[in-house]
């Protein structure tokens, strides 16, 4: 079982929209995903079309409440995906957390009571509000990696120092195995120079972390959600579609390869 926060604290780089397509991809592949939105927004929920009202056991509770919620299942066309949602309740999260005593390290702790065990997951992926707070800093906690979503734009890389200054900071005193899972590339439109330029400059600098694959920018990866829909379930033919397909396989590969490393070391 893995655990991966999808975290950048930049805003609208593509962090909902990979934990959703992300999840649906690596489901495709037979996996037991649980998505746990870690968002006040509530945009991984809405996106799979949980309505607010239906929003029993959320993620507030996970952290903060008396027992572990139960995750919602969601039928995505031919399987599912489990999810415990976000209500607004979570946007007071932050201010109880830093009351409290374990204030970094109440997600790892739900997760390891048991939750993750009982319902066999394979996959874990914690979506990440745009802030380094400390919901932020709990899912990096709780996390074995981070997934960053780099939107391919002039400043993509501006912030990430900031990033890593906290995962560093996180490895220091709570997590010291929290690895960069990778660095993928959304929004990318590789018709114009200037996409081409980012990710040229993102490969040059980040080598090795960065996806091979990158995520075109689509018009209905945009369009799924308002459908309450994986695009991977609106349109499977679609490039969004294709290239999540090629994330989770990558991703697999990544795991599976290193898995068989560890296994011969
Ligand atoms: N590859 C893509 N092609 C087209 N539109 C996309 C793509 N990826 C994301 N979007 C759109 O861009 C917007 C921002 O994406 P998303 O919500 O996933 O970002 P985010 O990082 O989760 O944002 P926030 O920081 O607010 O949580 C959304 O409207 C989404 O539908
Ligand atoms: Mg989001």
Not at 73 to 88: D, F, H, K, R, Y
Not at 140 to 156: G, K, S, T
Request: net charge negative; with cysteine; proline share 5%.
């Amino acid at each position: 079982m893995r655990i991966v926060a999808i975290a950048n604290q930049k805003g609208g780089v593509g962090k909902t929209t990979t934990t959703i397509n992300l999840g649906a991809a690596l489901a495709e592949q037979g996996k037991r995903v649980l998505l746990i939105d870690l968002d006040p927004q509530g945009n991984t929920s809405t996106g799979l079309g949980i309505a607010p009202g239906s929003r029993s056991a959320t993620s507030y509770d996970l952290l903060l409440g008396e027992s572990v919620p139960e995750p919602h299942q969601v039928e995505i066309g031919g399987g599912s995906l489990w999810i415990i949602p976000a209500n607004t309740d979570l946007a007071s999260a932050d201010i109880e957390l830093h009351a409290h005593e374990k204030r970094s390290f109440l997600l790892h702790d739900a997760l390891r009571g048991g939750l993750l065990e009982r319902q066999n997951f394979d996959y874990v992926l914690i979506d990440c509000p745009p802030s380094l707070n400390l919901l932020t800093v709990n899912a990096m906690v709780a996390a074995h990696a981070i997934l960053v979503p780099l939107q391919a734009e002039f400043f993509a890389l501006e912030g990430l120092s900031q990033l890593m200054m906290t995962i560093r900071e996180v490895r220091m005193k709570a997590n010291p195995a929290l690895r960069i899972e990778g660095v993928v590339l959304t929004m990318a439109d590789m018709r114009n120079r200037l996409s081409q330029q980012v990710e040229a400059d993102v490969r040059e600098t980040l080598g090795d972390l960065v996806f091979r694959c990158v995520i075109p920018r689509n018009v209905r990866i945009s369009e799924a959600p308002s459908y309450a829909r994986t695009v991977l379930d609106y349109d499977p033919a679609s490039k969004g579609s294709q290239a999540y397909r090629a994330l989770a396989l990558e991703l697999l590969e990544r795991h599976e390869g290193a898995g068989r490393k560890e296994a011969r070391a």
